[in-house]
T-cell receptor
Framework: EPEVTQTPSHQVTQMGQEVILRCVPI?????FYWYRQILGQKVEFLVSFYNNEISEKSEIFDDQFSVERPDGSNFTLKIRSTKLEDSAMYFCASASPLRTGGDYGYTFGSGTRLTVV | AQSVTQLGSHVSVSEGALVLLRCNYS??????LFWYVQYPNQGLQLLLKYTSAATLVKGINGFEAEFKKSETSFHLTKPSAHMSDAAEYFCAVSRDSSASKIIFGSGTRLSIRP
């Protein structure tokens, strides 16, 4: 079964440093997303991306965040200057219309745990 | 605006007992509803989803959920709990079955007693 792949699984960074989280969506998917889950809290939507531009973003997704699909296969989330409160699990997801049933096959990756120290 | 509320942050049942995880939704449009499971240190796995086709939805691992519009509920059940069901369960809602963002509840941790 096709998977969304995220690397690394765990990243530790110093406060103020830039970090890039990487995702390889399912190959024929067209919609891409980032979500985050602070430890012990619920999963929160950050941003959706379609046709090489942001289609929707949440209040969390401020100027320190950016997304990019640099080469047609990877989908990245950049945090410019990390803060302690950015420590969380970050999930990538992708979706695309399936042939039957109008389903979009929304699929999540296994996540990257970011720890800011 | 859409939201889901999960009643009970932690539920503990005995192995073989009925599992009932509660979820109520709020939506100004017909909702699409989901249950996801997260095992320790793993990602989110879709258990089942409601997309208006049938009110009783069967999912993987013996779970099912019933959409009740009059009660704005989408509770998750399983007749007989297994030790391997221990995990975090998230109820979620979106505007439709397409590429809309998914809004998650706060989660319910399910523990299974031997």
């Amino acid at each position: 079964e096709p998977e969304v792949t995220q690397t690394p699984s765990h990243q530790v960074t110093q406060m103020g440093q830039e970090v890039i989280l990487r995702c390889v969506p399912i190959s024929n998917h067209l919609y891409f997303y980032w979500y985050r889950q602070i430890l012990g809290q619920k999963v929160e939507f950050l941003v959706s991306f379609y046709n090489n531009e942001i289609s929707e973003k949440s209040e969390i997704f401020d100027d320190q965040f950016s997304v990019e699909r640099p080469d047609g296969s990877n989908f990245t989330l950049k945090i410019r200057s990390t803060k302690l409160e950015d420590s969380a699990m970050y999930f990538c997801a992708s979706a695309s219309p399936l042939r039957t049933g109008g389903d979009y096959g929304y699929t999540f990756g296994s996540g990257t745990r970011l720890t800011v120290v | 605006a859409q939201s889901v509320t999960q009643l009970g942050s932690h539920v503990s049942v005995s192995e073989g007992a009925l599992v009932l995880l509660r979820c109520n939704y709020s939506s100004s449009v017909p909702p699409y509803l989901f249950w996801y499971v997260q095992y320790p240190n793993q990602g989110l796995q879709l258990l089942l989803k409601y997309t208006s086709a049938a009110t009783l939805v069967k999912g993987i691992n013996g779970f099912e959920a019933e959409f009740k519009k009059s009660e704005t509920s989408f509770h998750l059940t399983k007749p007989s709990a297994h030790m391997s069901d221990a995990a975090e369960y998230f109820c979620a809602v979106s505007r439709d079955s397409s590429a809309s963002k998914i809004i998650f509840g706060s989660g319910t941790r399910l523990s299974i007693r031997p």
